[in-house]
């Protein structure tokens, strides 16, 4: 799970102002996690790779209405939810992929860590894209992005009462897939 | 309560319950660790990377074009984007225009064929009245002399269906105030016209006028002669000494027809000079005749 970090004093000022310099070093600090996301919700890196750009892309544009009310990162991590579940609605997606098979070209990283290893990331990767699309949102920017519940509450625009009941409905669910692999 | 106690994120007295309860049930305690297990193994996913490249290419895209292409772009872009239906109807439209300027042929019988065939002075007209047995529903209030623009008739001010019932009434009524007040928009090139044109008598256009409309010659008569057609040009030689002008001459068989204009209080002298060129019969009402009179005279033996 990744760490949280606080945004960088000024840097906020800095994007406003228009600074070519700190728009780069925005994508390059959150890259990652902006193309994790999507890629965990969409299941193709291509696709993942579209989304990303176009996160980064409307930032770019539109810094200036940020009020800074919340963290960069809570409002990347909103914009990239937002195109995510707006792509995953669309109705030629639908139609083009299945759930169930939505992570299946994703490559895995290789950590090393043997053959089993690999087979239980590889069921954990399939039950995350098997959940309820606001589900893996959800599961996704707590459990793989380290949010907090009120970051999430914010990012989705949701009660945090309603975070915390399809968190745990989506951690039971993948209970539930990995049963085999629990001692 | 199994997630928030994963995440640390219960309070103090729920943990205490929680503990209690876990010392005697080791169902409950053996699902909640396999549920934080569950979780670890979430949490223990590798971090996805970005592919390589993906910086420069976002730094790229946001990075503004050069001001040739925004220029370009903006000009030509909106054009692209008009159907071509829209594009051809502009196009001939503007060529019908640009043909019309361009030939002095084409304005001067448009201008002839507006020009009224009798009326010479501007009459005054009156604002439309809708006749009296025709039931006027009640009419939304007009709009306030303020909003209303200055150019506007009275007609145009008449609410619509008052306007459709009295449209036969007012349709000769509306050509007329076209003629009179003509728009700034037409009135230039029709100027322009005028000032191209050789200047002629005012009784000469007068007379193309009143013959360039249709419809019988108000006087017309026969004048019996021995020679029609030597009488002919004694009588073009009388009407141009009358002020007024000859329109056709030709031979008629053995008779000779000519059609002149000559003005109205110049017509009894007229008529008195040619009757000594031969024997004249004429039907006419001298205070009926407008002011150019139109007369077909056949010249015969």
């Given at each position: 799970m990744r760490e949280s970090v606080p945004d960088p004093p000024g840097f906020v000022q800095r994007l406003r102002a228009g600074d070519p310099g700190a728009f780069e070093e925005l994508v390059r600090a959150y890259q990652h996690r902006v193309f994790g996301v999507a890629v965990r919700m969409l299941g193709n890196a291509a696709e993942a790779e579209e989304i990303a750009q176009e996160v980064f892309l409307r930032v770019h544009r539109s810094?200036?209405?940020?009020?800074?009310?919340?963290k960069l990162s809570t409002w990347l991590y909103a914009i990239t939810s937002r195109l995510c579940l707006n792509r995953l609605a669309s109705a030629e997606r639908r139609h083009r992929r299945a759930g169930a098979e939505a992570l299946a070209d994703v490559p895995a990283s290789?950590?090393?860590?043997?053959l089993e290893h690999d087979e239980v990331e590889t069921a954990l990767r399939q039950a995350i894209a098997a959940l309820p699309e606001e589900r893996r949102i959800v599961v996704v920017l707590r459990d793989?992005?380290?949010?907090s519940y009120d970051e999430i509450a914010t990012a989705l625009n949701l009660e945090p009462g309603t975070v915390r009941s399809r968190l745990h409905r989506a951690r039971l669910d993948l209970k539930a897939k990995l049963e085999r692999f629990l001692p | 309560m199994f997630s928030a106690a994963v995440d640390d994120a219960l309070d103090a007295g729920k943990r205490s319950a929680l503990d209690a309860h876990l010392v005697g049930c080791a169902d409950c305690r053996r699902e909640l660790d396999r549920f934080r297990q569950t979780v670890a193994l979430v949490q223990a996913l590798p971090p996805e990377r970005a592919p390589a490249g993906f910086v420069d290419r976002v730094v790229a895209r946001a990075r503004p074009a050069p001001w040739p292409a925004r220029l370009v772009r903006g000009l030509f872009v909106p054009w692209t984007k008009l159907p071509l239906e829209a594009a051809a109807i502009l196009l001939v439209g503007g060529l019908a225009v640009w043909v019309f300027q361009r030939t002095p042929e084409q304005q001067q019988s448009a201008h002839l064929e507006q020009a009224?065939?009798?009326?010479e002075a501007p009459a005054h007209v009156e604002p439309f009245v809708p006749p009296a047995d025709v039931p006027v529903p009640a009419a939304p209030a007009p709009p306030s002399a303020a909003a209303?623009?200055?150019?506007?008739?009275p007609i145009e001010r008449a609410p619509a269906d008052v306007r459709e019932r009295g449209s036969e009434a007012q349709a000769p009524r509306v050509r007329q105030e076209s003629r009179e007040a003509p728009s700034a928009d037409n009135q230039a090139p029709r100027d322009a016209i005028e000032k191209r044109k050789p200047e002629s008598p005012p009784q000469a256009r007068s007379a193309a006028r009143a013959l360039s409309a249709p419809g019988p010659a108000d006087v017309s008569g026969r004048l019996t002669m021995d020679d029609p057609r030597g009488g002919a040009t004694a009588l073009e030689d009388v009407v141009r000494r009358f002020g007024g002008s000859v329109a056709a001459s030709r031979a008629d068989g053995d008779a000779h027809l000519v059609e002149l204009t000559v003005p109205r209080d110049r017509y009894p002298d007229f008529a008195r000079e040619i009757a000594r060129l031969g024997r004249w019969q004429a039907e006419a009402d001298a205070a009926s005749l407008p002011e150019t009179v139109r007369v077909r005279i056949r010249l015969t033996r």
């Open positions: 810094v200036g209405e940020f009020r800074g009310e919340a290789d950590t090393g860590g043997g793989v992005e380290g949010l | 009224p065939p009798r009326v209303v623009p200055p150019e506007t008739t």
